[in-house]
Every structure is written in C-alpha cells, then in structure tokens.
C-alpha cells in the first residue's frame, strides 16, 4: 500500500513537471514579441532561477570537486543550449511545433546508442524512430516546401541535439556509489548556464524598460514581471524538483512518458492564448511525433554484456526540455532529469 502511495504521488509530481515545463514557451513569446531578445528572455529565466536554487547550490558544494565535467556539461547543455535553442525558435515558428520538434531527442538518442555507441536497440525502439520522424515531416508540412522558417526548424532541431548531448554525457558507464544527487546537478547547472548565458546574451545591452512595461498574450495584456515569474518560479524551479522527485519514486521510463505531455500541454495553451492554430496533418503529425516518442523512451537500450550503468543512462525523457521534466536512463536513485525545455 506504500509502495502504491509513492507511485500515486509520483505520477502527481510527474504531471506538475510536465505542466509547468508546456507553459513556458507560452509565456516567453509574448516576452519575445513584446521586444525582448530570446537570449535575454533565456537568462532571466536561467538567471532568476539559478539564484532560487542558491542554497541547494550551496548544500551540494562538494559536487563542485567530484563531478565537475558533469556540472559543466549539464549547464553547457541541459540548461544553455536546450533553452536558448527552443527560445531563438519560438521567434521564428509556433510554440507546439517548436516543442514536438525537441521531442527528436528520444529518437535521435537511441540512433546514438545504435550506431555511435554499437549497442543493439529493440525493434519497437526502431519503430518508435520511424514514427517520430514521419510525424515530424508532417508537422513542419514538407510537401508544401517547408512552410515554416527553416531557420526556426534548425533551431528546433539543435536543441534536440543539446538533449541528446546532455543524455550522452549523462551516460558515464559505472558511476557507481560516486553517482551525482539530481538536485546539485541541477543547481550548479543553472548557475554555469547563467555565467555562459551571461556572456552569449550580454544583458547589459538589455533594454530594461521593458520589464516594466506589459506584454500581449492572446489579445489581453499582461504585465511583464508576472510572465517573468511565472517562466522563473513555475516553468523552471519548480518543473526541475517536481521533476527529480517523481523520477525517485517511478522509474525513468514512466515519468519519462508522463513528460511527453509537455508538448500536449504547451500546444493547447498556444492554441487558446496565443491563439496558434495547426493544421489538421500538423495535429496528427505531432500526435505520430508524442506516440515515437513514447514507444522510443519505452523501449530502453538492451545494456552491455559487462558493467553497470549509474547515474544517467541512455533512455530519453524530456523538458527543455526542456525540457525539459522526464529522466535519462536506469540508473540509481541519483538519477539526473532532463532540462528543459525547453521548455
């Protein structure tokens, strides 16, 4: 009964995560438009977020000696990359097709696996490849000659490959007792993204005005500091812990599914408050794209002959992720989640 109560709450913080992560790329749009960079609006985010995590960042410290490659590659990756990707994209094309385009991640994850790393990989994991990369051509409509911004697919497209980096580097075969708590990495993670994104996106030429002014989302207006808290306090911190303590109570798969609803989430709040309407082949494409990813994120990677994997494995959950809420691999209960999304 326990056990069934852990799974219960769980699968509740799963959902959160999953929440709160399909929000973000709604409330950063209309940052966007309203004149903001991408890049600024990313490290407020990233900013305001790595100082709410100060004191876990400080509980952790010893992390900054043991797994430094770790922290580096997590801020590098996980929160820089995946989020200044997903933001730049938001610019230039929908926010739901922006975030189904992310969920590549599980997929090109696996061909990793298969033909870097030489592991044999099941045939539903090769199905759920397929699947998604059928539905992605129909979601950015290839028949009509790409009909949205290239530039904004690309963008899309390289913040899946900042996941997959962060799952490779996730992936240190026999981490064993020295494996990472999911938490510090998370930290310190928001802190280097935060000095990296501070010299990419130079916030000082920032037109700070702005933050003061107000911001259209979906014809109303809305003040810009309650955007930026939501995007801070919502989007990130509280989709990151969610997050890690529903992957300690389920197994990385399941809550790596249950963060497939990230994509959902954030389609049907750009429909109703963005009022971002796809077309009927996108809506089946994206559903073919959550359907590749499920099966891919299912269908673990069969493990080597000799050695155990710790601490992040080869299975793909997302956030941006962003996302940006699921979880990498089959590791211990260190397991490190996905960034974000992305989201």
Known sequence: MQVSRERS??????????????????????????????????????????????????????????RPA??????????AGVQAFYFAALSR???????LIEYLAPALVLLWVRFVRRRPVTRAAAVGVVLAVGGLACVVEVWAGLGFDPVGVLLALCAACCQVGYFVLSDPDGDGEDAADPLGVIAYGLLVGAVVLTAVARPWRMDWSLLGGSAVMGGSRVA????????????????????????????????????????????????????????????????????????????????????????????????AGEGEGGAAGDGGPARVPAGPAAS
Do not use: N
């Open 93 to 99: 094309i929908p926010v739901g097709v922006a975030l």
């Open 9 to 66: 709450g769980g699968l509740g913080l799963a959902l959160v995560s999953a929440f709160a992560f399909g929000g973000s790329g709604v409330a950063a749009k209309p940052l966007i438009e309203a004149g903001l960079d991408p890049l600024h609006v990313v490290w407020l985010r990233v900013t305001g977020a790595a100082l709410v995590m100060l004191p876990v960042a400080w509980r952790h410290r010893a992390l900054l000696v043991r």
């Open 224 to 319: 810009v500091w309650v955007l930026l808290g939501w995007i801070v306090l919502i989007a990130t911190v509280l989709a990151y812990v969610t997050g890690v303590v529903s992957v300690r109570r389920l197994s990385p798969q399941v809550a790596g599914v249950v963060a497939c609803l990230e994509a959902v989430v954030a389609t049907v709040l750009a429909w109703v408050l963005l009022r971002e309407h796809l077309s009927a082949p996108q809506i089946l494409g994206g559903a073919v794209v959550l359907i590749g990813a499920f099966i891919a994120q299912s269908s673990t990677p069969k493990a080597p002959p000799a050695g155990p994997v710790a601490g992040g494995g080869t299975g793909a959950g997302t956030g």
């Open 70 to 79: 770790l922290l580096v590659g997590f801020g590098l990756l996980a929160v």
